[in-house]
Protein backbone atom coordinates (compact mmCIF):
# COMPACT_ATOMS: atom_id res chain seq x y z
CA UNK A 1 0.00 0.00 0.00
CA UNK A 2 3.07 2.09 -0.33
CA UNK A 3 2.83 5.13 -2.56
CA UNK A 4 6.50 6.16 -2.29
CA UNK A 5 9.17 3.72 -2.50
CA UNK A 6 12.59 5.08 -1.79
CA UNK A 7 15.94 3.80 -3.51
CA UNK A 8 18.57 2.80 -2.74
CA UNK A 9 17.37 0.84 0.80
CA UNK A 10 20.73 1.62 2.50
CA UNK A 11 23.74 3.85 1.56
CA UNK A 12 27.23 4.03 3.12
CA UNK A 13 28.99 6.97 1.93
CA UNK A 14 32.28 8.80 3.43
CA UNK A 15 31.97 12.18 5.10
CA UNK A 16 32.17 15.25 2.90
CA UNK A 17 31.20 13.29 0.23
CA UNK A 18 27.36 13.95 -1.63
CA UNK A 19 24.31 11.59 -0.89
CA UNK A 20 21.53 11.10 -3.38
CA UNK A 21 18.47 8.90 -2.54
CA UNK A 22 15.57 8.68 -4.67
CA UNK A 23 12.02 8.26 -4.38
CA UNK A 24 9.20 6.83 -6.70
CA UNK A 25 5.78 7.10 -6.62
CA UNK A 26 2.66 6.13 -8.59
CA UNK A 27 -0.06 8.48 -8.87
CA UNK A 28 -0.61 12.22 -9.23
CA UNK A 29 0.34 14.13 -6.27
CA UNK A 30 -0.41 17.50 -5.15
CA UNK A 31 3.14 17.84 -3.57
CA UNK A 32 6.29 15.51 -1.90
CA UNK A 33 7.79 15.86 1.41
CA UNK A 34 11.21 14.46 2.30
CA UNK A 35 11.54 13.64 6.18
CA UNK A 36 14.61 12.43 8.23
CA UNK A 37 14.65 9.74 11.53
CA UNK A 38 17.31 9.45 13.63
CA UNK A 39 17.90 5.54 15.57
CA UNK A 40 15.10 5.84 17.94
CA UNK A 41 13.39 9.35 17.35
CA UNK A 42 10.50 10.92 15.39
CA UNK A 43 10.87 12.17 11.64
CA UNK A 44 11.42 15.19 11.36
CA UNK A 45 9.78 17.27 8.25
CA UNK A 46 12.88 18.48 5.76
CA UNK A 47 11.34 19.80 3.07
CA UNK A 48 7.77 19.88 1.05
CA UNK A 49 8.06 19.99 -2.87
CA UNK A 50 4.50 20.93 -4.46
CA UNK A 51 3.70 19.40 -8.04
CA UNK A 52 4.07 22.92 -9.76
CA UNK A 53 8.19 22.64 -8.45
CA UNK A 54 11.28 21.17 -10.34
CA UNK A 55 13.65 22.38 -7.54
CA UNK A 56 14.04 23.08 -4.16
CA UNK A 57 16.99 23.95 -1.85
CA UNK A 58 17.18 24.35 2.14
CA UNK A 59 20.94 24.71 3.48
CA UNK A 60 22.68 21.51 2.31
CA UNK A 61 19.22 19.74 0.63
CA UNK A 62 18.35 19.73 -2.77
CA UNK A 63 15.29 18.25 -3.73
CA UNK A 64 14.11 18.11 -7.36
CA UNK A 65 10.54 16.34 -8.40
CA UNK A 66 9.89 15.41 -12.15
CA UNK A 67 6.14 14.46 -11.95
CA UNK A 68 6.55 13.21 -16.09
CA UNK A 69 8.44 10.52 -14.25
CA UNK A 70 6.87 10.45 -11.16
CA UNK A 71 10.10 10.74 -9.05
CA UNK A 72 12.57 12.95 -6.76
CA UNK A 73 15.44 12.84 -4.92
CA UNK A 74 16.96 14.10 -2.44
CA UNK A 75 20.89 15.51 -2.32
CA UNK A 76 22.45 15.99 0.49
CA UNK A 77 25.91 17.72 -0.14
CA UNK A 78 29.22 17.87 1.64
CA UNK A 79 27.80 15.26 4.12
CA UNK A 80 28.51 14.93 7.89
CA UNK A 81 28.33 11.86 10.46
CA UNK A 82 25.19 13.54 12.02
CA UNK A 83 23.25 13.53 8.51
CA UNK A 84 23.60 9.66 9.41
CA UNK A 85 19.49 8.51 9.17
CA UNK A 86 17.27 7.22 7.57
CA UNK A 87 15.44 9.26 5.31
CA UNK A 88 11.96 9.18 4.03
CA UNK A 89 9.73 10.20 1.48
CA UNK A 90 5.75 11.05 1.47
CA UNK A 91 3.09 11.77 -0.89
CA UNK A 92 -0.39 12.51 -0.80
CA UNK A 93 -2.64 9.78 -1.44
CA UNK A 94 -6.83 9.09 -1.19
CA UNK A 95 -7.67 7.26 1.02
CA UNK A 96 -11.10 6.42 2.01
CA UNK A 97 -12.42 9.06 -0.09
CA UNK A 98 -9.91 11.69 2.12
CA UNK A 99 -6.16 13.09 0.78
CA UNK A 100 -3.59 11.49 3.25
CA UNK A 101 -0.32 11.52 3.61
CA UNK A 102 1.30 8.29 2.53
CA UNK A 103 5.14 7.41 3.28
CA UNK A 104 7.94 4.75 1.50
CA UNK A 105 9.92 2.40 3.42
CA UNK A 106 13.02 4.78 3.80
CA UNK A 107 16.10 4.71 2.68
CA UNK A 108 18.58 4.26 5.50
CA UNK A 109 22.38 6.70 5.12
CA UNK A 110 25.21 6.44 7.18
CA UNK A 111 28.24 8.51 7.06
CA UNK A 112 31.99 7.49 7.71
CA UNK A 113 34.03 9.07 9.54
CA UNK B 1 7.38 25.26 22.52
CA UNK B 2 6.71 21.66 23.10
CA UNK B 3 5.50 20.75 19.68
CA UNK B 4 4.21 16.81 19.95
CA UNK B 5 4.47 15.34 23.29
CA UNK B 6 3.72 11.13 23.21
CA UNK B 7 3.68 9.31 26.70
CA UNK B 8 4.75 6.68 27.71
CA UNK B 9 7.66 6.38 25.31
CA UNK B 10 7.95 2.45 26.30
CA UNK B 11 5.09 -0.02 27.48
CA UNK B 12 4.70 -3.68 27.54
CA UNK B 13 1.46 -5.20 27.74
CA UNK B 14 -0.47 -8.68 27.79
CA UNK B 15 -2.56 -10.15 25.52
CA UNK B 16 -6.21 -8.48 26.26
CA UNK B 17 -5.29 -5.95 28.11
CA UNK B 18 -6.40 -2.54 26.95
CA UNK B 19 -4.62 0.84 27.38
CA UNK B 20 -4.46 4.24 25.92
CA UNK B 21 -0.94 6.22 24.30
CA UNK B 22 -1.40 10.00 24.71
CA UNK B 23 -0.61 12.93 22.21
CA UNK B 24 -0.51 16.44 22.78
CA UNK B 25 0.66 19.39 20.70
CA UNK B 26 1.04 23.02 21.78
CA UNK B 27 0.85 24.53 18.08
CA UNK B 28 -3.04 24.89 17.73
CA UNK B 29 -2.68 22.83 14.89
CA UNK B 30 -6.00 21.31 13.51
CA UNK B 31 -4.53 18.10 12.38
CA UNK B 32 -3.66 14.91 13.73
CA UNK B 33 -2.83 11.45 13.21
CA UNK B 34 -1.58 8.37 14.46
CA UNK B 35 1.15 6.39 12.38
CA UNK B 36 2.64 3.24 13.15
CA UNK B 37 6.18 1.89 12.64
CA UNK B 38 6.75 -1.34 11.68
CA UNK B 39 10.32 -3.07 9.85
CA UNK B 40 10.20 -3.38 6.32
CA UNK B 41 6.01 -1.72 6.70
CA UNK B 42 7.50 2.02 6.64
CA UNK B 43 4.93 4.06 8.44
CA UNK B 44 0.91 3.42 8.33
CA UNK B 45 -1.91 5.33 9.16
CA UNK B 46 -4.27 3.98 11.74
CA UNK B 47 -6.57 7.09 12.51
CA UNK B 48 -6.80 10.93 12.13
CA UNK B 49 -8.87 14.00 12.77
CA UNK B 50 -8.95 16.91 11.36
CA UNK B 51 -10.47 18.95 13.79
CA UNK B 52 -12.18 18.65 17.54
CA UNK B 53 -14.95 16.74 17.19
CA UNK B 54 -14.10 14.51 14.03
CA UNK B 55 -12.34 11.57 13.41
CA UNK B 56 -11.66 9.04 10.67
CA UNK B 57 -9.52 5.77 10.03
CA UNK B 58 -6.23 4.98 7.85
CA UNK B 59 -4.97 2.22 6.79
CA UNK B 60 -4.88 0.13 9.37
CA UNK B 61 -7.38 1.16 12.37
CA UNK B 62 -8.67 -1.97 13.29
CA UNK B 63 -8.22 -2.81 17.23
CA UNK B 64 -7.56 1.18 17.97
CA UNK B 65 -10.31 3.98 18.87
CA UNK B 66 -9.34 7.31 19.11
CA UNK B 67 -10.85 10.94 19.89
CA UNK B 68 -10.41 14.16 19.83
CA UNK B 69 -12.47 15.95 22.42
CA UNK B 70 -9.96 19.13 22.26
CA UNK B 71 -7.80 21.05 19.55
CA UNK B 72 -4.70 19.84 21.28
CA UNK B 73 -4.92 15.58 22.61
CA UNK B 74 -5.34 13.07 20.82
CA UNK B 75 -5.63 9.90 22.10
CA UNK B 76 -5.23 6.26 20.53
CA UNK B 77 -7.04 3.50 22.70
CA UNK B 78 -5.92 -0.35 22.40
CA UNK B 79 -8.90 -1.88 23.25
CA UNK B 80 -7.67 -5.90 23.60
CA UNK B 81 -3.97 -6.04 22.83
CA UNK B 82 -2.38 -8.35 20.44
CA UNK B 83 0.96 -9.50 19.72
CA UNK B 84 0.21 -7.85 15.97
CA UNK B 85 -0.02 -4.29 17.61
CA UNK B 86 3.37 -4.58 18.96
CA UNK B 87 5.10 -1.73 17.40
CA UNK B 88 6.20 2.03 17.38
CA UNK B 89 3.55 4.17 17.55
CA UNK B 90 3.75 7.74 16.47
CA UNK B 91 1.73 10.80 16.70
CA UNK B 92 1.76 13.63 14.44
CA UNK B 93 0.35 17.20 13.59
CA UNK B 94 0.06 19.65 11.09
CA UNK B 95 -1.14 23.12 10.29
CA UNK B 96 -4.10 21.55 7.93
CA UNK B 97 -4.55 18.08 6.37
CA UNK B 98 -2.50 18.70 3.05
CA UNK B 99 0.02 20.78 1.59
CA UNK B 100 2.27 21.44 5.31
CA UNK B 101 4.74 19.57 6.56
CA UNK B 102 4.29 17.25 9.99
CA UNK B 103 5.74 17.35 13.23
CA UNK B 104 6.14 14.26 14.85
CA UNK B 105 6.38 13.21 18.47
CA UNK B 106 8.96 10.69 19.46
CA UNK B 107 7.19 7.48 19.42
CA UNK B 108 5.85 4.79 21.92
CA UNK B 109 7.45 1.69 21.81
CA UNK B 110 4.96 -0.63 22.49
CA UNK B 111 5.27 -4.45 22.71
CA UNK B 112 2.47 -6.87 23.69
CA UNK B 113 3.20 -10.35 25.13
Known amino acids: SQQGEEDPQALSIQEGENATMNCSYKTSINNLQWYRQNSGRGLVHLIL?????REKHSGRLRVTLDTSKKSSSLLITASRAADTASYFC?????????????FGQGTRLTINP | NAGVTQTPKFQVLKTGQSMTLQCAQD?????MSWYRQDPGMGLRLIHY???????DQGEVPNGYNVSRSTTEDFPLRLLSAAPSQTSVYFC????????????FGSGTRLTVV
Open chain 2, 27 to 31: MNHEY
Open chain 1, 90 to 102: ATDRIIQGAQKLV
Open chain 2, 49 to 55: SVGAGIT
Open chain 2, 92 to 103: ASSFRDRGYGYT
Open chain 1, 49 to 53: IRSNE
